[in-house]
């Protein structure tokens, strides 16, 4: 946003930062940062899964 001429402060604002400085170290952050960043994490141990709604709330749902 800082790069299409949005001022800085609109952007703490946005972000909901009380203090400049917050919104400052999204700036200071280059690519290489991030990446190592990334490198640091792991893949989550979770199963995914679709949300089945009970026959109930679809009989609810239909009578609306």
């Known amino acids: 946003m800082l790069q299409s ?6 952007i703490a604002l946005w ?7 917050t919104t400052h170290r999204y700036v200071e952050a280059d690519l290489a940062m991030k990446e190592r960043a990334l490198a640091r994490l792991e893949e989550p141990n979770t199963k995914m899964s679709r949300y089945k709604a009970p026959d109930s709330l679809m009989q609810f749902l ?3």
Do not use: R, Y
């Open 5 to 10: 001429g949005v001022p800085f402060n609109v």
């Open 15 to 21: 972000l909901g930062h009380e203090k400049l400085t």
């Open 62 to 64: 239909q009578t609306l």
